[in-house]
Antibody, heavy 120, light 107 residues
Framework: EVQLLESGGGLVQPGGSLRLSCAAS????????MSWVRQAPGKGLEWVSA????????YYADSVKGRFTISRDNAKNSLYLQMNSLRAEDTAVYYC?????????????WGRGTLVTVSS | AIQMTQSPSSLSASVGDRVTITCRAS??????LSWYQQKPGRAPKLLIF???NLQSGVPSRFSGSGSGTDFTLTIGSLQPEDFATYYC?????????FGQGTTVEIK
């Protein structure tokens, strides 16, 4: 079955760190760029970061640049998001998404999300 | 960063209505736009890519149009399962940005 499954969310204090994981199955993981998208409670979608299929190129939203690091392990079919110096405004559901680059660049597969709560 | 502005922010419509949602980019993005549907508590779902290409499995009552700075998502005949929030996303450059969303509610 083609799916993405996020894990690693939870409650963390401001200034703390957390590492999210996304396990992919059902497709050739290394052939696709991947991305993280988040959604604060009651708010809209916000693109966070993206990584190429090889892992050689990474991109970040200004709001997380310098604090978050995206990475992947193609041997393990896994995507990661290392989040440091967390702030209250980072509280959100974090989705991992598969990118297809054919007649565009778009998210054609999403995970169910993992909730990150930053609070003291 | 490119700003994406959707209108309206919300709308009320009845089953069978034709619904149009617009998305405006702050600069020319060609056809580098996709549309997503999200229901409460669920992950988003891809509807349209490349501004006008219907994703496989998505009902044909959904259509997308536009290029440059102005884009439209149209639901030809609104069905009960279409009540949701819709987002546009540009992929012209980084950072990617979503529109703020349009919520379609039952009248």
């Amino acid at each position: 079955e083609v799916q993405l499954l996020e894990s690693g969310g939870g409650l963390v204090q401001p200034g703390g760190s957390l590492r999210l994981s996304c396990a992919a199955s059902g497709f050739t993981f290394s052939s696709y760029a991947m991305s993280w998208v988040r959604q604060a409670p009651g708010k809209g979608l916000e693109w966070v970061s993206a990584i190429s299929g090889s892992g050689g190129s990474t991109y970040y939203a200004d709001s997380v640049k310098g604090r978050f690091t995206i990475s992947r392990d193609n041997a393990k079919n896994s995507l990661y998001l290392q989040m440091n110096s967390l702030r209250a405004e980072d509280t959100a559901v974090y989705y991992c998404a598969k990118v297809t680059q054919r007649w565009g660049w778009y998210f054609d597969l999403w995970g169910r999300g993992t909730l990150v709560t930053v609070s003291s | 960063a490119i700003q994406m502005t959707q209108s309206p922010s919300s709308l009320s419509a009845s089953v069978g209505d034709r619904v149009t949602i617009t998305c405006r980019a702050s600069q020319d993005i060609g056809s580098d736009l996709s549309w997503y549907q999200q229901k409460p508590g669920r992950a988003p779902k891809l509807l349209i890519f490349g501004a006008s290409n219907l994703q496989s499995g998505v009902p044909s009552r959904f259509s997308g149009s536009g290029s440059g700075t102005d884009f439209t998502l149209t639901i030809g005949s609104l069905q009960p399962e279409d009540f949701a929030t819709y987002y546009c996303l540009h992929d012209y450059n980084y950072p990617r940005t979503f529109g703020q969303g349009t919520t379609v509610e039952i009248k």
